[in-house]
């Protein structure tokens, strides 16, 4: 059971050192690429960022890559959450058995949230990316290179956050149901 809770915290601690990665690489992407596209239109030449609004879109998008932290930030307080999101600068947390035995002894809601602790940072991360992969889409989608509907593309952000606090959704839920104290 420890080995499935710090595999767990491994993933969770590398998506938290890609992500910002990718923040930083496809926003300096994103940013490059919507400046030369500005640049091709108005050269009147015909490409692919030459499509209104698009290398707008790269710009704005690659400049919430740039400042991701802060971005979720501000959706997370959107939604009603409180948490704080920082990248790359988490911690393992030391997690074993009889800590989820004493949970266990306290109902489902103790369980699940001592369960939800340990996996908070691969929850966490992994909404992140979710919504790092909405904006994607979203620009992918402006661009004609992809078939997704603007509709699913907001649907995966908003739900990227909700992932993102499954240790704050989850026992509210248990709670709401009546399955715990």
């Not at 909404?127 to 989608?141: D, E, H, K, M, N």
Request: proline share 4%; hydrophobic share 50%.
């Amino acid at each position: 059971m420890e080995g499935l809770f710090d595999f767990a915290q491994d993933i969770g601690l590398a998506l938290s050192w890609v992500l910002p990665l990718l923040c930083y690489v496809g926003g300096t992407w994103f940013l490059v690429g919507g400046l030369l596209g500005i640049l091709q239109r108005s050269a009147a030449q015909n490409g692919l960022l030459a499509k209104p609004f698009v290398p707008e879109l790269m710009i704005a998008v690659g400049a919430t890559f740039l400042s991701f932290p802060e971005f979720l930030n501000v959706g997370n307080r959107t939604l009603g959450f409180a948490a704080n999101v920082d990248l790359g600068a988490s911690q393992k947390l030391s997690f074993s058995t009889d800590t989820l035995s004493n949970a266990a002894k306290g109902g489902p809601l103790q369980t699940l949230t001592a369960i939800l602790t340990v996996w908070h940072t691969y929850f966490a991360c992994y909404g992140a990316l979710i919504v790092y992969f909405a904006f994607v889409r979203q620009v992918g989608r402006a661009k004609g290179t992809n078939n997704s509907s603007p509709a699913l593309n907001a649907v995966m952000g908003i739900s990227g956050f909700f992932v993102m606090n499954a240790d704050v959704i989850a026992p509210a839920l248990l709670k709401e149901l009546k399955l715990g104290s």
